[in-house]
Nanobody
Framework: QVQLVESGGGLVQAGDSLRLSCASS????????MGWFRQAPGKEREFVGS????????DYSDSVKGRFTIYRDNAKNTVYLQMDSLKAEDTAVYYC????????????????WGQGTQVTVSS
């Protein structure tokens, strides 16, 4: 059974940093592209960023590019989302996702979803 478990969410102030972690089990982690989506209240779920199975390629949405960084540790079966210069509009539930081999650009690409972790940024 595949599990993606996010942690690290919380309440921070605008301008602060936060790092989310996603620990995986039940899959061959090094064979999966990993990514993050988020959903704010009353809004659709949106792509945040992704990292290839090798870690050699990352992609980001325009709204977070230059502020967020995704990286992975295949030895620990964990992917991270480093969020810097947080803004109030980054407030959302953040979901960790996985897709076998291929890149992640939309929710329809995703094979597995985590349960999500809340990030709240106060202005």
């Amino acid at each position: 059974q595949v599990q993606l478990v996010e942690s690290g969410g919380g309440l921070v102030q605008a301008g602060d940093s936060l790092r989310l972690s996603c620990a995986s089990s039940g899959l061959i982690f090094s064979s999966y592209s990993m990514g993050w989506f988020r959903q704010a209240p009353g809004k659709e779920r949106e792509f945040v960023g992704s990292i290839s199975w090798s870690g050699g390629r990352t992609d980001y949405s325009d709204s977070v590019k230059g502020r967020f960084t995704i990286y992975r540790d295949n030895a620990k079966n964990t992917v991270y989302l480093q969020m810097d210069s947080l803004k109030a509009e980054d407030t959302a539930v953040y979901y960790c996702v996985a897709r076998y081999r291929f890149s992640i650009k939309s929710s329809s690409d995703v094979n597995y979803w985590g349960q999500g972790t809340q990030v709240t940024v106060s202005s």
